[in-house]
């Protein structure tokens, strides 16, 4: 079974909302839009080719789905590697409104039924499905235990409002941190394995009887 792979931009108050672009996501009258664009330099365009190249197929959510479709198959490029990879591979949408998808390879996902979906297109991928952006998709997924991996981007900037990874509601869970660095910018890049539920306990004064 391949793995499923979010990789999602946040601030450091949890905002994941329209990273790339003024205009891309101004729901709620969202108006920082572009927030990660001046972060973009030669470490972080390393390690996001670097995911790249695990990829075997897309799943993504209606709104990144439709901010990528607007952007990436104009890179005519066969040399980028984001690019090559998202206009040549599967890619899986979820939604229930999109009906007829104009990108090549585009399969959607009703939803329905999201785990045994998800679990399925994770037993015929052969590499990693990758989640890129779908903030509300990544918590859907995280809440039903199908994501495996997550590469947690946090830039140095604070916008005080925006649409929040982990919202209140959103399920315990325990990562296990597998790797990090930081890029020159000051873009902390870790990544964590879901390990499950987790665990309490007390600080207590010792006892000195």
């Given at each position: ?18 990273p ?62 984001v ?46 499905l ?17 994501v ?21 509601g ?17 873009v ?22």
């Open positions: 079974m391949g793995k499923l792979v979010s990789t999602i931009f946040v601030t450091l108050d949890g905002v994941y909302q329209a790339g672009g003024r205009d891309e996501d101004t729901r709620g009258g969202f108006e920082h839009g572009g927030w990660s664009f001046p972060y973009g330099d030669e470490d972080f365009g390393r390690f996001v080719s670097g995911v790249f190249d695990h990829v075997g197929a897309f799943l993504l959510g209606r709104r990144t789905y439709e901010i990528f479709a607007g952007f990436w198959p104009k890179v005519t490029d066969l040399g980028d590697p690019a090559g990879k998202l206009n040549a591979l599967p890619k899986y949408v979820v939604s229930t409104t999109l009906t007829d998808p104009a990108w090549a390879g585009t399969t959607v996902i009703r939803g329905d039924a999201l785990a045994q979906e998800v679990t399925a297109l994770k037993e015929r991928t052969d590499g990693e990758q989640i890129h952006g779908s903030g509300a998709l990544v918590r859907s997924l995280l809440a039903l235990d199908l495996d991996t997550v590469h947690l981007l946090t830039f140095p900037v604070v916008l005080g409002s925006g649409l929040r990874l982990f919202a209140e959103a399920l315990p869970t325990a990562f296990r941190h597998t790797g990090g660095l930081i890029t020159a910018a000051g902390s890049i870790q990544t964590y394995d879901l390990q499950g539920r987790p665990s309490y306990g007390s600080y207590e004064l010792p006892d000195n009887g």
